[in-house]
């Protein structure tokens, strides 16, 4: 049985497994780097990692990667990363080819993530599925009867970068990315600004402890009955629920899966996204739907890389 390299490359996180075509793995490795020259980091860590891994693993058919950024998906082509500087048209697929001999596939990492929960998690028997992930940034993919759906060959689906109500502004009307309010380094960056947290919460002692604070430490104090902490977790909840019933109006999907670290929140955040969006939702979605948590969420990016590598052969 022919085996597939599978790497993720985040904007936190990068990983590297090897596994079946089945997603089946069988090692992986993890690791967040400090970003002194930006994507050179990540490209000197993948080398090191991949090229001892096909020495020790001969029966390496592939490679399937899951790139955190937009991508012309013909060529493997890099747009852009708005995480880690350094990706701007970079021709990753050549690099991975040239660099491995071997025949690579780039997709977008949230559509790797989709692929690993319609084939092995929580997207099994959805006829019309839409993942998404709040990690570092948000993603999206739309998949049809088991088909990813690619747009104009640049991706589709950014739920991240679509637009929602500013609730933070002053200016009435004011829209803003759905992403700059709801994923995990918003809300870090949110918490952690002067002044932003009230004396009053118990998250201010625990900045002043720590000098830090994370999605965990809201769901945290929230789930503790904090007042702040809950109005701070109930505003990201309807804001990304807007954005989950544009999807719905727009795609209809049947399923909804959620990923990436702040999904890890649990139950105080699926029991919000679930009230405002079936608020939000077109009448013509209501009932036909359903909102789940992923199942296999930090291996997802990784088991749906290494099925990408077998799934979209030329």
């Avoid at 989709?114 to 998949?143: D, H, P, Q, V």
């Avoid at 309010?181 to 009230?198: A, T, W």
């Avoid at 118990?202 to 009955?225: F, Q, V």
């Avoid at 939000?280 to 990016?301: C, H, T």
């Amino acid at each position: 049985m022919n085996k597939h390299l599978g790497v993720e490359i985040g904007g936190t996180k990068q990983q590297i497994a090897v596994g079946s075509a089945e997603g089946d793995i069988f090692f992986k490795e993890s690791v967040k780097l400090d970003y002194k020259r930006g994507a050179e980091d990540i490209l000197d860590w993948i080398n090191k990692k991949a090229t001892g891994l096909i020495k020790e693993y001969s029966d390496i058919d592939s490679i399937g990667v899951g790139f955190g950024g937009p991508l012309e998906s013909a060529t493997g082509r890099v747009l852009c990363s708005l995480q880690v500087p350094g990706w701007k048209d970079f021709k990753l697929k050549e690099w991975f080819e040239k660099s491995f001999g071997k025949r690579t596939v780039v997709v977008n990492d949230t559509v790797t993530g989709g692929i690993a929960e319609l084939k092995r998690g929580a997207g099994i028997g959805s006829k019309r599925l839409f993942y998404t992930n709040i990690g570092t940034g948000i993603g999206g993919g739309l998949y049809i009867d088991g088909e990813y759906y690619d747009g104009s060959g640049f991706g589709a689906s950014y739920l991240g970068n679509s637009l929602v109500p500013d609730k933070l502004s002053k200016v009435p009307g004011k829209a803003v990315r759905l992403e700059l309010i709801c994923s995990g380094k918003s809300i870090e960056k949110r918490l952690c600004s002067e002044n932003y947290v009230p004396q009053s919460s118990s998250l201010y002692k625990i900045l002043r402890e720590n000098s830090s604070l994370c999605a965990k430490d809201l769901a945290e104090e929230a789930k503790a009955g904090d007042s702040f902490a809950v109005s701070e977790l109930m505003m990201v909840a309807e804001t990304f629920s807007v954005g989950l019933a544009n999807v719905l109006a727009l795609e209809g999907p049947d399923r909804i899966v959620i990923g990436g670290g702040v999904a890890k929140m649990g139950y105080i955040l699926f029991d919000a996204l679930r009230k405002y969006t079936d608020e939000y939702a077109f009448i013509a979605n209501k009932g036909r739907y359903e909102i789940v948590p992923s199942m296999l969420m930090d291996d997802a990016v990784l088991i749906g890389a290494v099925i990408a590598a077998e799934m979209f052969k030329d």
